[in-house]
């Protein structure tokens, strides 16, 4: 597809390092055939190359390209001569060694904000999916840049080059004029991109596990002599689960563990699936070499030895990685216990802990924890459907296996216990598709909050890195268990039992203490223990001795048997009064009696059940040794059905607001790249309100002065009393440091602040802000902070120069739902405060909604915003008024959609794509 010849002359500032943005787009992927494509920006010394890729091209694709016969010269469709500038032009190569097979390129359209594109692909490595990762790319780079569009003209016989523009995930607008197909591409939405390459790449993670999971054959390098030995162990272990063909290599032993053993891997008849390396760490790399050179789909390194051991290791992990992404290889660990899919046969790990087939997946970052997971959940007689050792996760990590899991028929419920979250914005958009089918539980250990960043803004402060994960979790739908108990006790309820729709739960036992224990622990929880209808308890009082008490909890006195209690337990679930039904029952009688059969198969209400005094059950509902961990594992749940109904219904809040031009104003005020690349700065105080006022966000009304005279005249045009802001370099909270006077009441009074600041800060004062006062109200914070892992959140707080001292806050990933809005809210313990609390006035809270969606949606476009606070905003019966507010930024490099250690896949098209206009 041709480009027009028209090009603006010069290079275009864009206000950003052209340099840095394109090294973020310089990594591997794995195309289809296996093979690994190096994906990177252009560069002088190519240009030889990319005369000779055009050169190779046939007829056809020519055609395709430049709409015509081969170009008598090339030099414009070479790197560029003044180099790579994304305002202008930039040219993206695919290569296979040092071979280009791929070239994309953009070119600014005259003076205008979009950009022509194009692409050519060697005949060779069609249907392999190299356009669609340039396009992406170059979609990204362009958007970043600052242009609206990319544009482009393609023959209308060529359908594998508008089935890319199809399939990238961009709003597109195409129409037929001259035998040539027109396209548009709207770069607006950047999550219309990623949902689309996350669709493709869920596809190809799971095929790239099957591997691992699914194989059919297995080579074990590494088991020796010692039948105690790891290596051993775990050979042990494969050949008393698998089915499918064992191998192992040793160099001298004919036979090892029973097994037939070769010398080296080239010495099988057939190649490996699976090969499970257990060799000493300095020999890890020349055997994965020898794997990939024998054809072996994928890799689990048991060995320890790499990064977890310091910088040598840590080579030697990259040594690892590459070697295997050479071969389109898989690597499971290192330094991980092995993996186990118990419905596949397969056990390889050395745990000496069988595990039972079940729905429970475990995907644990720790070995030892995985061991204990593992055993627990045999003790409980809970079944396990896969077991993962993550180890290192120098490429398999804890997204590859959630997409898995997602789509394996025997796993209900999956357990993570993490140390770290290497992605987390591809953990939030993994786990929340995932969170929509199965059921999510997850252990982060290190919670301590305790100065792990050193932060200026209030905001900041609140969003301590333990509420990041908080807000992660939440967004996401992962159920978020504090201890191993936890986590395996609302497994128990969820494996086999819908989550609860709401908080209400009915207690039904023979024990009025243990009923009050449990009612406790219920509402600890946040569980309501409502009172059953006067109509339900005449129903119930049918089915239970006189003396009962019916009115929740429930009490069937201690000569109740099990079928009384199904039966009032089948009337209160169909009832439609509570959400959730336990049992609460002791053994009263002086033998041990027959275990009860609890069967529970209402699939809308879930019951578990509490036994104590050495009362046991059988059957499919969970049981718990404590009334506490029962309602812990309700409550867990619960918050399951309530993420679960939240997201059934949800939108981001609207803001009707150019959020692209926005961007362009913040990036107007960023210090100069070349003088301070690194620094973050805080906006004046006029910059800051003249952006939020862009934004939609009400302030209180403000003038700006620079003399007694000036502030004098604003004061009298807003009107008394007022307040005088000192808008100071290097001050941030203005309180703390005398810069704010309030109850400003006469002109005589500004004149003699404005002298005060003046003597006060000196060459340090810009300006002095003169707003009006507002009228006493409640004091919100609503702010953001872009976390360097996670990335922006909202925080929702209690107001006031006291705000980190209260610690009453809600933390959420941006963008923002209103429905997640209201609940921030309505989850803050000073909520009562704005709904009339002792008589003060009812605060409407859809407009604090409001704003709290539109500083999500600034935060979710502009990430050149580091910290905002809008600290206090005054919530009165009138509406919401913003008084004081603050915003941190710094340059941004954007990040190509899969910035991932692994390569990933790259998509397959039906039919090759030649070029594009």
């Not at 840049?145 to 199809?166: S, Y």
């Not at 095929?207 to 054959?217: G, M």
């Not at 908080?503 to 224990?517: K, T």
Request: glycine share 10%; hydrophobic share 45%.
């Amino acid at each position: 597809m041709r480009m027009s010849a028209a090009r603006p002359a010069g290079r275009r500032r864009s206000g950003i390092d052209s340099d840095a943005v394109l090294a973020a787009f310089d990594r591997d992927v794995v195309a289809t055939n296996g093979r690994v494509v190096r994906i990177r920006s252009s560069q002088a010394s190519d240009r030889g190359a990319m005369q000779l890729f055009y050169d190779r091209l046939s007829d056809r694709s020519i055609y395709q390209r430049f709409f015509g016969l081969r170009p008598p010269a090339l030099d414009r469709q070479l790197h560029p001569s003044d180099g790579n500038n994304i305002g202008d032009r930039v040219v993206m190569l695919a290569l296979d060694d040092d071979e280009v097979i791929g070239v994309g390129e953009y070119a600014r359209v005259g003076g205008r904000d979009e950009a022509e594109v194009a692409f050519a692909v060697a005949d060779s490595h069609q249907q392999e999916g190299i356009a669609t990762v340039l396009l992406e790319d170059l979609a990204l780079i362009a958007r970043e840049a600052g242009f609206r569009r990319l544009v482009a003209e393609t023959l209308a016989g060529n359908n594998a080059m508008q089935l890319v523009f199809r399939t990238v995930g961009l709003t597109e607008r195409t129409w037929y004029e001259h035998g040539q197909v027109h396209v548009e591409l709207d770069l607006a939405d950047e999550e219309l991109i990623e949902d689309s390459a996350d669709g493709r790449d869920w596809r190809a993670a799971i095929a790239s596990l099957r591997p691992l999971l699914s194989p059919t054959h297995i080579v074990v390098i590494g088991a020796g002599r010692d039948p105690s030995s790891v290596g051993r162990v775990l050979l042990a272990n494969l050949v008393s689960s698998f089915t499918g063909r064992i191998s192992v290599v040793h160099p001298t032993e004919e036979t090892v563990g029973g097994v037939p053993a070769v010398a080296h891997l080239a010495d099988l008849d057939a190649a490996a699936d699976l090969a499970v390396i257990v060799v000493p760490a300095a020999n890890v790399v020349s055997v994965a070499d020898e794997c990939g050179r024998a054809g072996v789909g994928a890799l689990v390194v048991i060995t320890a030895g790499f990064a977890e051991t310091g910088a040598a290791g840590a080579d030697r992990e990259r040594e690892l990685l590459a070697t295997a992404r050479r071969y389109g290889m898989r690597v499971l660990g290192p330094n991980c216990l092995g993996l186990a899919s118990t419905h596949g046969g397969l056990n390889v790990t050395f745990m000496r802990q069988s595990m039972a087939p079940g729905s429970i997946a475990i995907a644990s970052q720790s070995g030892g924890v995985g061991i204990v997971l593992a055993a627990e959940a045999a003790r409980r007689r809970l079944g396990v459907s896969s077991f993962v050792s993550l180890g290192n996760k120098v490429d398999v990590s804890g997204n590859d296996v959630l997409r898995y899991w997602a789509d394996d028929p025997s796993t209900s419920v999956v357990l993570m216990y993490l140390e770290s979250i290497g992605d987390p914005r591809r953990f939030a958009r993994i786990a929340r598709a995932v969170s929509r089918r199965v059921p999510i539980v997850a252990l982060k250990s290190g919670r301590s909050e305790a100065g792990k960043r050193g932060a200026r803004s209030h905001t900041a402060a609140l969003a301590t890195d333990d509420a990041a994960v908080d807000a992660l979790f939440a967004h996401t739908g992962v159920v978020r268990a504090n201890t191993l108990d936890q986590m395996l006790d609302v497994a128990a309820l969820l494996a086999v039992q819908p989550a609860p729709s709401g908080r209400r739960v009915a207690l039904v036992g023979n024990a009025g203490g243990p009923l009050i224990l449990a009612a406790d622990a219920a509402s600890a929880n946040g569980l309501d223990v409502v009172e059953l209808s006067a109509g339900l308890q005449q129903r119930l009082r049918l089915l239970v001795p006189d003396a009962a008490a019916t009115s929740n909890p429930v009490d069937l006195l201690a000569t109740v048997d099990v079928g009384s209690v199904l039966g009032v337990l089948g009337a209160i679930a169909a009832s439609g009064e509570v959400d959730a039904c336990a049992v609460v029952s002791v053994n009263l009688g002086a033998n041990a009696p027959a275990p009860w059969q609890l069967d529970w198969s209402d699939t809308s209400i879930p019951a578990v059940a509490v036994l104590l005094g050495g009362l046991n059950a059988t059957g499919t509902m969970p049981t718990y040794a404590t009334p506490e961990r029962a309602m812990d594992a309700i409550g867990l749940a619960a918050t399951r059905g309530a993420w679960l109904a939240a997201t059934a219904d949800e939108h981001v809040v609207e803001s009707h607001v150019d959020l692209l031009a926005l961007r362009r104003q913040v990036r107007q005020l960023l210090p100069a790249a070349h003088d301070r690349p690194e620094e973050t700065a805080w906006l004046t105080t006029t910059d800051t309100f003249s952006l939020l006022e862009t934004l939609g966000i009400p302030i209180a009304p403000w003038a700006v002065g620079r003399s007694g005279r000036e502030c004098v005249q604003h004061a009298q045009h807003l009107g008394f009393p007022c307040v005088l802001k000192a808008d100071v370099i290097g001050v941030v909270h203005k309180s703390e440091e005398g810069a704010v006077v309030l109850g400003v009441s006469s002109a005589t009074m500004v004149r003699r602040v404005v002298s005060a600041f003046q003597h006060r800060f000196g060459d340090r004062l810009r300006h002095i802000v003169v707003q009006r006062q507002a009228e006493p109200g409640g004091e919100m914070l609503i702010g953001a902070v872009r976390d360097p892992g996670i990335g922006p959140m909202v925080v929702v707080a209690a107001g006031g120069t006291e705000a980190e001292l209260l610690g009453d806050r809600s933390v959420l990933l941006a963008p923002v739902t209103a429905s997640r809005a209201r609940s921030a809210l309505e989850q803050l313990r000073t909520f009562p405060l704005l709904r009339g609390f002792r008589g003060r006035p009812v605060v409407p809270i859809e407009p604090l909604v409001d704003i709290i969606g539109r500083i999500g949606l600034l935060m979710a476009t502009v990430p050149e915003i580091l910290e905002l606070d809008l600290n206090p905003i005054i919530a009165g019966a009138d509406g919401c008024l913003a008084v004081d507010a603050r915003i941190a930024v710094a340059p941004h490099v954007v990040l190509p959609m899969r910035a991932m250690r692994q390569p990933r896949q790259l998509p397959g098209a039906s039919v090759s794509p030649a070029g594009a206009r």
